[in-house]
């Protein structure tokens, strides 16, 4: 979005701050994203050039300024107030609330966090009306449009606006083209890395935010990935589980502990070393992070393993009966290499 128009984020930035009264705002970017600051920082220039931001907009008396904040690269800044404490220059890690950022923010001054679509919506809903915005998607609460980027091994994957409440099936099958081959859908996962996965049982559910919790997950990013028939559940949510373990920010022992106990399990049982007893070694491991963080990351890290779990845990088992047949299981423990932190 902000690479095709990035003014439609920047005048809904201004809209906000005029909403609140806030007289500066920060757009904090990922650091890899270059190509997205180069645009956002050249949008910035046109539109102080044009009197839109800066001191007396357009003769109105009303300053905004706008400052764009470059991150170093951290899954734990989009957190909001690990992006707070990172845009204050301060490692990027979550506070722990209350006191929450409406109160006591960017340098403890009240501050709103919101992300880029949230606020190119705004100018929309402005110029054309609040009882616009209601009546497209899903009522009551899910209205608007949404972007889902659709990953996988679909035919046409891509960044999609579609209005919410269309079907996962819409979405597959409609917009992004299909599955690639013939081989039939096997698992989705909803709403990016940290939703719990789906089924082919539930391509009829609504992308809308109370249908996918009511179905047992959560819409999120909107960073949807198909799977097909063959691929290994099991490796599929060790991938996960690694990218979480490597992301962990290390301030709470549950997650930066629990996160790497649950990859060196993980990883024993994808090499075909694992034993039956480790299926509740990972409900165990998982049992005691939920709820038990500083931030939501922690939930969000167990939900791979916890729905693998659930859906396809015949496919846990064989590779420990594989195991097992092989003598393998009940070899000393295996010592699996784990990246380094940081
Ligand atoms: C671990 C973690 C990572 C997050 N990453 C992002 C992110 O990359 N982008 C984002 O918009 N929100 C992210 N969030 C949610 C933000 O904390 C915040 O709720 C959101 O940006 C608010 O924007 P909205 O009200 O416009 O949805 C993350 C939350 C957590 C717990
Ligand atoms: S839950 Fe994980 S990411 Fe969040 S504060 Fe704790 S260690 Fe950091």
């Known amino acids: ?131 616009w915005f209601a009546s497209i998607g899903s009522p009551p609460k899910s209205t608007g449009t949404r972007i889902f980027c659709v990953s996988g091994h679909i035919k046409r994957p891509g960044n999609y606006e579609v209005p919410m409440g269309i079907t996962f099936r819409e979405l597959i099958d409609e917009h992004a083209g299909g599955m690639r081959s013939d081989k039939k859908l ?52 060790l991938r996960l589980m690694e990218f979480f373990y490597h992301e962990s920010c290390g301030k709470c022992t549950p997650c930066r502990e629990g996160t790497s106990w649950l990859v060196q399990t993980m990883r024993r049982i994808v090499a075909k070393r694992g034993r039956m007893e480790d299926l509740e070694t990972l409900t165990d491991l998982c049992q005691n992070i939920a709820g038990r963080t500083v931030c939501a990351f922690g939930d969000a890290a167990i939900a791979p393993v916890l729905s693998t779990l659930q859906h396809w845990r015949d496919e846990y088992e064989e590779l420990i009966r594989e195991a097992e047949a092989a003598g393998l299981a009940d070899l000393p423990e295996l010592i699996l290499p784990m990246a380094v932190r940081h």
């Open 186 to 237: 096997k698992a989705i996962i909803p709403g990016g890395a940290s939703a719990a996965f789906f089924t082919d049982r539930h391509l009829d559910v609504k992308l809308d935010f109370e249908s996918v919790a009511q179905a047992g997950s959560m819409l999120g990013s909107g960073g949807v990935t198909v799977m097909e028939e063959g691929t290994s559940m099991v490796w599929a949510a």
């Open 1 to 131: 979005m902000i690479d095709r128009d990035p003014h439609q984020m920047l005048e809904g930035m201004a809209i906000a701050c005029y909403a609140i009264g806030a007289e500066t705002a920060y757009i904090y970017i990922r650091g890899e994203f270059a190509l997205g600051a180069r645009i956002v920082e050249q949008a910035l220039g046109e539109a102080r050039a044009k009197g839109y931001i800066g001191r007396n907009i357009l003769g109105t008396g009303v300053n905004i300024e706008m400052w764009l904040h470059r991150g170093a690269g951290a899954y734990i800044c989009g957190e909001e107030t690990a992006l707070l404490e990172s845009l204050e220059g301060k490692r990027g890690l979550p506070r722990v609330k209350p006191p929450f950022p409406a109160t006591h923010g960017l340098y403890n001054k009240p501050t709103v966090v919101n992300n880029v679509e949230t606020l190119a919506n705004l100018p929309h809903i402005i110029n054309r009306g609040a009882e």
